[in-house]
């Protein structure tokens, strides 16, 4: 059982909402986020990188998440956001390149996080961790969302289509980089109910981006608890925003490799190298997208080719050991180019499919790139089931949420 209840968000009226909206805090630097925010005091990364208002030097410092609650409750005094007169789900809808996804906004229990029935497939950093922690905390406010997926269930599914099909927008916009963004309050108690017990009947949500946030949200849960050890369980601080989506809906894109040399090869020995665990071959198509698991395609020298892994290099049955990313390390990366730990090596870089396989081509040269084939939600879902972890860089979810459409105020 699963726990998706309503609550009364912070967001912008509609007539600021494009203003508002940004992309989300951790997609850019501090330089990238002064010039996404310039001239716009209305910006919400005001809110989420205050940075921008303190200084580069100052971005972990108390200074700056001070100045976030500033921020926040400056913008709600200018009428910039406003407070939900009631709790509501609100269905979210993005569209990128004809592809739509839609979700439900509501709050997910920190208990039901901390007891796994919120499943997770990736580490988090700590020093990630203790930004969201002291932000969040500062403003006691979720500022951005957590990204959860769950298997389809049709009670959900047919509410959120009656719901869309009678009643209008709040948001429906455009963003800068293309993606359309449409929201729907949901104000029904009756359709509420019937969302709220739709979840009920769902056995696990998976996080599928946003570790940080959720981890982030618990330990500030905690902190509250401390404060208040009458708590109910009740409080807002028990739970924390998320955008929930069924997993038919949602694209993750292929993550791939680019290592800077050939670990003192030549590219002849590298091939030779190559061909003990892939069958390789001159790929039909430059640049060269894999068409199936287990396959993969290679810019080396400016051409490219396609590697197939071969049998007995994996064991097919291991949530983990059969991912593609997993293989390339074990077989490739590590003993071959020397790359023992992805997480830490300066010579590896990742490139998410967003930018293309013409700028992984681009970033080959002197070294060598690999195309990978997408991680599936199946492979997600037996990855967290398993309560295996992912390997780093496996997962690349398109579109982003948008940030400053909701905000969940845990105290006020």
């Known amino acids: 059982m699963a726990t998706i209840r309503p609550f009364a968000a912070i967001r912008p009226p509609q007539k600021y909402v494009e203003q ?48 976030s609650r500033q921020n926040l409750e400056d913008f709600l005094k200018r009428g910039i956001l406003m407070r939900e007169g009631k709790p509501c789900y609100y269905i979210y809808r993005q569209i990128m390149w004809g592809r739509v996804q839609t979700g439900i906004v509501g709050c997910a229990s920190v208990d039901e996080y901390l007891d796994g029935t919120i499943k997770k497939h990736e580490l988090t950093r700590k020093e990630k961790e203790l930004d969201r922690i002291n932000h969040f905390d500062a403003c006691s406010t979720q500022t951005e969302p957590v990204f959860l997926a769950y298997r389809k269930h049709e009670g959900i599914a047919a509410a959120v289509r009656e719901w869309i099909k009678f009643h209008k927008p709040e948001y429906d916009f455009t963003s800068e980089d293309g993606v359309t963004h449409i929201l729907w309050p949901v104000d029904d108690d009756a359709v509420i109910e019937a969302i709220r017990k739709g979840f009920e009947e769902v056995p696990a949500l998976y996080i599928a981006d946003g570790h940080h946030r959720t981890a982030s949200s618990a330990a500030v849960s905690a902190k509250r608890r401390a404060e208040h050890p009458d708590y ?32 003192g090869l030549d590219e002849s020995a590298f091939l030779a190298r190559v061909g003990e665990k892939f069958e390789v071959a001159p790929a039909a198509a430059a640049p060269y997208a894999p068409k199936a698991k287990h396959e993969f395609g290679m810019c080396l020298g400016g051409k490219w080719y396609t590697l197939t892994a071969k049998p007995g290099t994996f064991d097919a049955a291991h949530p983990i050991q059969s991912l593609d990313c997993s ?7 590590d003993p071959v180019l020397g790359i023992t730990d992805p997480r830490t090596s300066p010579r590896i870089d990742f490139v998410g499919g967003i930018r293309g396989l013409h700028e992984l081509q681009e970033r080959a040269a002197g070294g060598v790139a690999f195309s990978l084939y997408p991680v ?17 860089k496996s997962t690349w979810f398109e579109p982003k949420l948008r940030s400053g459409l909701f905000a969940h105020e845990i105290e006020r």
């Not at 293989?327 to 990366?333: D, E, G, K, S, T």
């Open 232 to 263: 109910t369980g009740q409080e807002e601080f028990n739970y924390l925003m998320a955008v929930t989506f069924c997993d038919e809906d949602l694209f993750i894109m292929d993550y791939n490799r680019v290592v800077l040399d050939l670990n």
């Open 327 to 333: 293989i390339l390390q074990a077989n490739l990366l």
């Open 20 to 67: 508002v909206s940004c992309l989300p805090y951790d997609v850019m630097n501090h330089q990238e986020a002064c010039a996404m925010a310039a001239g716009n005091a209305a910006s919400y990364l005001h809110i989420c990188r205050a940075d921008i208002d303190t200084s580069e030097a100052e971005i972990h410092e108390p200074a700056t998440y001070a100045k």
């Open 376 to 392: 599936t939600m199946a492979d997600l879902f037996h990855v967290a089931d398993s309560g295996e972890i992912m390997p780093p």
